[in-house]
């Protein structure tokens, strides 16, 4: 999926949104005045009355049949989900996007195979797509809910990273505050290896080595890749500011966890660490 | 943990099972909930005689049903907050939060299975952390019974099983089950899981040759899927390695496994650790 593509969705998903909600609107007005109206003129207009409770019957006939059509949608963004998991990302990718050309009555339904569509591109390494589709999302008027909203940012900076553009990415995550009250432990297991690569790819050592007891505990649910990931970082983060013990600990925890040179291949961040910690190694 | 005995557990089950409402039930209750607006309009608009009752009691019908989902929705929306809530603390080592939440979360029937699972695994987490290994394994045995969970669910239950088992010291029945793991096929992350809970077996039970003979091949599976709890592998080779002699290994891995985790934390868990603590020097924690 190329980032032309993902664009092209987003367009159509904003005008798709605009039908669906001026549908809304007609079915509801239609049912609302047929209703009040067939009420009304039933004494006095007969077949005024019949045709006022003849179209009411046929919107509310209708929003029902769009109903289940749109609960369909939301269907196969959950068998989409089952295909990730299982890693058949391109049949993932077919059914999203055949769920995201369709129309629907509801926007979460839409919002839901929008936001796997990204998971889906960024799993592929197609980090441009990954991240007009969350760019897409966030500036949706209205958009997603919070917690998607949340995961789309977070995912967004993954993407600007990814793509070298540190100042997108520091930007995409600025109104999540890691220790916030608001973020789950999941979102915060999520956040933290990018929030930690943000900050030492602008140099914001302090800020890293912040709370270091407070991210190690994060760190170490981490699966064994990212939990290296992490120590690296904040190793790096406690070299910078004078504290070399803590940063030859965390230094040893991360080769412990994984190989280093493999993550530095996959994260620039890292590149200054690798061969310290093959000497670290050798010793 | 509350005292709590097999009988409340029972209860528990029996509280948080879910009335299954058979799929075309549940479409034929909103047809005839949808008929009952639209036809007393529709003949009321025909034949003239449209009562203001004839309208109201259908809407009403509609409007109870329309409440009636969002309030069981929301219910099960609560608890499914309370469920995850209680696993952030348990992984945050939270143990008195845990517990609270889950109460609030097993407060009443959880439809879905997967939330069920998770619930009575973290219950009988809870269990064995006040050492009552023999209601926990109560909890695991009608986990399976039941059929509660998906496929990868059920197997991780039967090791939390054969874990339960090995620390209440019935030992027969933990290796048999042991051995009948060893024949199913699972993920590689299970395998890693089974791989540990065979070392403790073999250390427990001081068969330390059969614990070191694949070593390597060991711990690179336990660096490669258990992460952290990688640490408590590597302690459990440092101590089969300690029997045999083989002290600077011993020493070697005691020290990777103590950069993990904190020696206390290691025997806490693996009591057999203990006899290491003091022969070998341990990573110093400076955070």
Same mark, same amino acid.
């Given at each position: 999926?190329?980032?032309?593509?993902?664009?092209?969705?987003?367009?159509?998903?904003?005008?798709?949104?605009?039908?669906?909600?001026?549908?809304?609107?007609?079915?509801?007005?239609?049912?609302?005045?047929?209703?009040?109206?067939?009420?009304?003129?039933?004494?006095?207009?007969?077949?005024?009355?019949?045709?006022?409770?003849?179209?009411?019957?046929?919107?509310?006939?209708?929003?029902?049949?769009?109903?289940?059509?749109?609960?369909?949608?939301?269907?196969?963004?959950?068998? @989409? #989900?089952?295909? %990730? !998991?299982?890693? *058949? +990302? /391109?049949? &993932?990718?077919?059914? $999203?996007?055949?769920? =995201?050309?369709?129309?629907?009555?509801?926007?979460?339904?839409?919002?839901?195979?929008?936001?796997?569509?990204?998971?889906?591109?960024?799993?592929?390494?197609?980090?441009?797509?990954?991240?007009?589709?969350?760019?897409?999302?966030?500036?949706?008027?209205?958009?997603?809910?919070?917690?998607?909203?949340?995961?789309?940012?977070?995912?967004?900076?993954?993407?600007?990273?990814?793509?070298?553009?540190?100042?997108? @990415? #520091?930007?995409? %995550? !600025?109104?999540? *505050? +890691? /220790?916030? &009250?608001?973020?789950? $432990?999941?979102?915060? =297991?999520?956040?933290?290896?990018?929030?930690?690569?943000?900050?030492?790819?602008?140099?914001?050592?302090?800020?890293?080595?912040?709370?270091?007891?407070?991210?190690?505990?994060?760190?170490?649910?981490?699966?064994?890749?990212?939990?290296?990931?992490?120590?690296?970082?904040?190793?790096?983060?406690?070299?910078?500011?004078?504290?070399?013990?803590?940063?030859?600990?965390?230094?040893?925890?991360?080769?412990?966890?994984?190989?280093?040179?493999?993550?530095?291949?996959?994260?620039?961040?890292?590149?200054?660490?690798?061969?310290?910690?093959?000497?670290?190694?050798?010793? | 943990?509350?005292?709590?005995?097999?009988?409340?557990?029972?209860?528990?089950?029996?509280?948080?099972?879910?009335?299954?409402?058979?799929?075309?039930?549940?479409?034929?209750?909103?047809?005839?909930?949808?008929?009952?607006?639209?036809?007393?309009?529709?003949?009321?608009?025909?034949?003239?005689?449209?009562?203001?009752?004839?309208?109201?009691?259908?809407?009403?019908?509609?409007?109870?049903?329309?409440?009636?989902?969002?309030?069981?929705?929301?219910?099960?929306?609560?608890?499914?907050?309370?469920?995850?809530?209680?696993?952030?603390?348990?992984?945050?080592?939270?143990?008195?939060?845990?517990?609270?939440?889950?109460?609030?979360?097993?407060?009443?029937?959880?439809?879905?299975?997967?939330?069920?699972?998770?619930?009575?695994?973290?219950?009988?987490?809870?269990?064995?952390?006040?050492?009552?290994?023999?209601?926990?394994?109560?909890?695991?045995?009608?986990?399976?019974?039941?059929?509660?969970?998906?496929?990868?669910?059920?197997?991780?239950?039967?090791?939390?099983?054969?874990?339960?088992?090995?620390?209440?010291?019935?030992?027969?029945?933990?290796?048999?089950?042991?051995?009948?793991?060893?024949?199913?096929?699972?993920?590689?992350?299970?395998?890693?899981?089974?791989?540990?809970?065979?070392?403790?077996?073999?250390?427990?039970?001081?068969?330390?040759?059969?614990?070191?003979?694949?070593?390597?091949?060991?711990?690179?599976?336990?660096?490669?899927?258990?992460?952290?709890?990688?640490?408590?592998?590597?302690?459990?080779?440092?101590?089969?390695?300690?029997?045999?002699?083989?002290?600077?290994?011993?020493?070697?891995?005691?020290?990777?496994?103590?950069?993990?985790?904190?020696?206390?934390?290691?025997?806490?868990?693996?009591?057999?650790?203990?006899?290491?603590?003091?022969?070998?020097?341990?990573?110093?924690?400076?955070?």
């Amino acid at each position: 999926m190329s980032g032309t593509e993902a664009h092209r969705l987003i367009q159509s998903l904003r005008r798709q949104f605009l039908l669906a909600t001026v549908t809304r609107v007609t079915l509801l007005s239609v049912v609302g005045l047929g209703f009040v109206l067939g009420t009304l003129w039933q004494a006095h207009f007969q077949r005024g009355s019949e045709l006022m409770w003849s179209a009411a019957s046929l919107a509310a006939i209708a929003w029902l049949t769009l109903t289940f059509y749109s609960v369909r949608q939301i269907r196969v963004a959950h068998q @989409a #989900s089952a295909f %990730i !998991a299982s890693g *058949r +990302l /391109d049949l &993932a990718e077919e059914r $999203l996007k055949n769920a =995201l050309r369709k129309f629907s009555l509801y926007r979460n339904g839409k919002l839901l195979a929008c936001h796997h569509l990204a998971v889906v591109a960024h799993g592929r390494k197609s980090y441009r797509a990954a991240a007009e589709l969350c760019d897409g999302m966030i500036s949706l008027p209205g958009g997603p809910l919070v917690a998607t909203r949340r995961t789309c940012r977070i995912l967004l900076a993954d993407c600007r990273l990814f793509l070298g553009d540190v100042l997108a @990415a #520091s930007r995409a %995550i !600025a109104p999540l *505050r +890691l /220790d916030g &009250a608001d973020l789950g $432990l999941a979102e915060q =297991l999520l956040l933290l290896p990018i929030e930690l690569r943000c900050q030492i790819a602008a140099e914001q050592y302090e800020e890293a080595a912040r709370a270091l007891p407070w991210k190690l505990k994060r760190a170490e649910l981490l699966d064994a890749p990212r939990a290296a990931l992490v120590h690296a970082l904040l190793a790096q983060a406690a070299r910078k500011t004078g504290k070399g013990p803590v940063a030859d600990f965390l230094q040893r925890r991360a080769e412990l966890y994984h190989d280093l040179d493999d993550l530095a291949e996959e994260y620039p961040a890292l590149r200054d660490l690798a061969p310290r910690a093959r000497s670290a190694d050798n010793k | 943990m509350q005292q709590i005995e097999a009988e409340q557990i029972d209860q528990r089950f029996a509280a948080t099972t879910a009335r299954a409402w058979p799929r075309q039930g549940r479409y034929a209750l909103v047809m005839l909930a949808a008929a009952a607006v639209i036809l007393p309009a529709w003949v009321g608009g025909q034949s003239g005689q449209t009562t203001g009752l004839l309208i109201l009691i259908p809407w009403s019908i509609l409007a109870a049903l329309l409440v009636a989902g969002w309030l069981a929705a929301r219910r099960q929306r609560r608890s499914r907050q309370n469920i995850t809530q209680a696993w952030e603390m348990a992984q945050l080592e939270n143990w008195a939060d845990a517990e609270q939440c889950l109460d609030l979360g097993m407060g009443g029937p959880i439809r879905s299975p997967s939330d069920r699972w998770q619930s009575f695994m973290l219950l009988a987490t809870l269990l064995e952390r006040d050492g009552r290994h023999d209601l926990a394994a109560h909890v695991h045995v009608r986990l399976l019974l039941e059929r509660i969970g998906d496929g990868y669910q059920l197997q991780q239950t039967q090791l939390a099983l054969t874990m339960a088992k090995l620390r209440n010291e019935e030992l027969t029945d933990a290796v048999r089950l042991l051995d009948q793991l060893e024949r199913l096929p699972m993920p590689l992350t299970l395998r890693a899981v089974y791989s540990l809970i065979r070392l403790y077996q073999q250390v427990f039970m001081g068969h330390h040759l059969d614990a070191v003979e694949n070593m390597n091949e060991q711990q690179s599976l336990f660096r490669r899927f258990l992460s952290t709890r990688a640490g408590y592998g590597y302690g459990l080779l440092a101590a089969s390695l300690h029997h045999l002699g083989r002290n600077v290994e011993a020493a070697k891995l005691w020290l990777d496994a103590t950069t993990l985790i904190r020696p206390e934390k290691l025997v806490e868990e693996y009591p057999p650790l203990a006899s290491l603590r003091g022969q070998y020097p341990a990573m110093e924690h400076p955070i």
